[in-house]
């Protein structure tokens, strides 16, 4: 039976990401160090490799056919607070993935990138041929693992694909964490009947894609002819406001929206939204979770 290495595979998006792997009758070795995944997460079937990616990695990626990297310290405001952790997870944990995955003769590694990277550049939607102009460190080390994943394609064997996530969301966000995303501080201040927090106007735009379309997004990646060496966005396409979405919610749980406005964050851009003609084209597959439909299910899932 063919093996698939999931890093970061005890988080949000790796947990789902291995179920699915599971599902359709792959081995999956799940590696995580649990600073910010969770055991609950892991599933059941997958051989766990507890342990930091950077130490690890040759262990990881040893009879493996693909290797998903999505291991990370995520959050921009952490980043600002702490960059160099930052940079060895993301950065260089890429690195260190890349170099073993070669040595392993791994056939491909699919790296998990971010929406980060574009920075505040004024051009929507974002497409992949624009300059980076990243804001904070977490983008500024996705950006740089980004450009080793192309390296490595260009001067070795091993096949290689990066993916610019948007504001992915689904069940299992942790909304304790203190770097969580909106959704997941949106729905518990609506369970627990507060007002919703928000960081500036709220006239900021995102582009919301949910956690199932992601999955497909990333094995259609690790299985696409013709692709090494590509970056792809990954994501629906539409832009919707943080109000916009906190109405939503409300409307979910039956309430009327109420925001609590607080300072804009350091390192958030104000609109972002993606051009996913490249991923339609060139991994076959589109989001097609609708908004409403994908907060639903995250909703139902509490």
């Not at 109000?243 to 929206?257: C, F, P, S, V, Y």
């Not at 991994?283 to 139902?300: A, I, K, N, Q, V």
Request: aromatic letters at 6%.
């Amino acid at each position: 039976m063919t093996l698939d290495v999931v890093t970061g595979g005890a988080g949000f998006i790796g947990s789902h990401l291995a179920e699915e792997l599971l599902r359709r009758g792959r081995r999956v070795r799940v590696v995580d160090d649990f600073s910010t995944g969770r055991r609950a997460n892991v599933p059941a079937g997958a051989e766990l490799l507890e342990g930091d990616v950077n130490a690890v990695a040759a262990e990881a990626a040893r009879g493996a056919e693909v290797v998903y990297h999505l291991a990370a310290l995520p959050s921009v405001p952490r980043s600002v607070e702490r960059p160099l952790e930052c940079h060895r997870a993301t950065a260089r944990g890429t690195i260190e993935i890349l170099a073993a995955a070669e040595k392993a003769g791994v056939r491909r590694v699919v790296v998990a990138s971010s929406s980060s990277v574009y920075g505040d550049t004024p051009t929507l939607p974002k497409r992949e041929d624009m300059p980076p102009r990243p804001l904070s460190p977490y983008a500024a080390a996705k950006l740089a693992a980004e450009l080793y994943t192309r390296s490595w394609a260009a001067l070795t064997r091993l096949e290689t694909v990066a993916l610019r996530f948007f504001n992915v969301y689904g069940p299992r966000q942790d909304p304790d964490s203190p770097y969580a995303a909106v959704i997941p501080i949106f729905l518990r201040s609506l369970r627990e009947k507060r007002p919703m927090p928000v960081n500036g106007d709220g006239l900021q735009t995102r582009d919301f894609t949910y956690v199932g379309d992601v999955v497909r997004g990333l094995i259609a990646a690790g299985t696409a002819p013709g692709v090494s060496g590509r970056v792809y966005n990954l994501a629906g396409g539409r832009p919707v406001t943080i109000l916009e979405l906190g109405r939503a919610l409300a409307k979910l749980a039956g309430t009327e929206a109420a925001f609590e406005h607080r300072p804009a964050r350091a390192g958030d851009v104000k609109a972002s939204h993606a051009d996913g003609s490249a991923m339609r084209r060139d991994l076959g597959m589109s989001t097609d979770t609708p908004l409403e439909e994908g907060l639903r299910r995250t909703w139902e899932a509490r």
